[in-house]
């Protein structure tokens, strides 16, 4: 079965750029996530969603960050404007389930200039 | 936060046997993973407890006690590849979100 899928897998943009992510999660799979991990920190949840319904967004800084999933498959992440503290690897993950093991992305490496 | 609390490094030799802990606020809990993350990829699942016991899986297990908050993640038979960071997850009740510790990198030595 295909794994999760990213892309860009690397960007490099200037602050108050905007950014966007894509991710496609495994076919059937019911919950997708996205985590922010800054180097040598785990994962921090910025999104989560149950279908194409957001289940948890509290540490999305919704002032800059959106995210959307649109017929509960595929996710886009936005990042608008940038600042120098977002560079980080953005992970998607998706599970069958709340309750589920996640499955990663390979991530896109972001890095603000 | 939800109190995740683990090793920020350790190391051992090839061939041993290593235990990392990982301790949590037991309030609102559902569950416990780990997950193990090699340099540059994307998280891998190792195991899940929900009960009480140890859970063995080859050369992995995983222990939980959740009435004392606490976890570890048992590996034997120490290898090379084994070199990686292991992420300590607990997932709540109500909206089943899962929260990540910061990692316990794990260095393999000859």
């Known amino acids: 079965e295909a794994g999760v899928a990213q892309s860009p897998r690397y960007k490099i943009i200037e602050k108050r750029q905007s950014v966007a992510f894509w991710c496609n999660p495994i076919s059937g799979h019911a919950t997708l996530y996205w985590y922010q991990q800054i180097l040598g920190q785990g994962p921090k949840l910025l999104i989560q969603?149950?279908?194409?319904?957001?289940?948890?967004d509290s540490q999305l800084p919704k002032d800059r960050f959106s995210a959307e999933r649109l017929k509960g498959v595929d996710s886009t992440l936005k990042i608008q404007p940038a600042k120098l503290e977002d560079s980080a690897v953005y992970l998607c993950?998706?599970?069958?389930?709340?309750?589920?093991?996640?499955?990663f992305g390979p991530g896109t490496r972001l890095t603000v200039t | 936060g939800q109190n995740i609390d683990q090793p920020t490094e350790m190391t051992a030799t090839e061939g041993a046997i290593v235990q990392i802990n990982c301790t949590y606020q037991?309030?609102?809990?559902?569950?416990l993973f780990w997950y193990q993350q090699h340099a540059g990829e994307a998280p891998t699942f190792l195991s899940y407890n929900v009960l009480d016991g140890l859970e063995e899986k080859g050369r992995f297990s995983s222990f939980l006690s959740r009435s004392k908050g606490y976890s570890y993640l048992l590996l034997k038979e120490l290898q090379m590849k084994d070199s990686a960071s292991y992420l300590c997850a607990r997932l709540s009740t109500g909206y089943q979100k899962v929260t990540f510790g910061i990692g316990t990198k794990l260095q393999v030595i000859p």
């Open positions: 969603f149950q279908n194409n319904g957001v289940v948890d």
């Open positions: 993950a998706s599970s069958p389930d709340r309750f589920n093991e996640q499955y």
């Open positions: 037991t309030s609102g809990f559902n569950g």
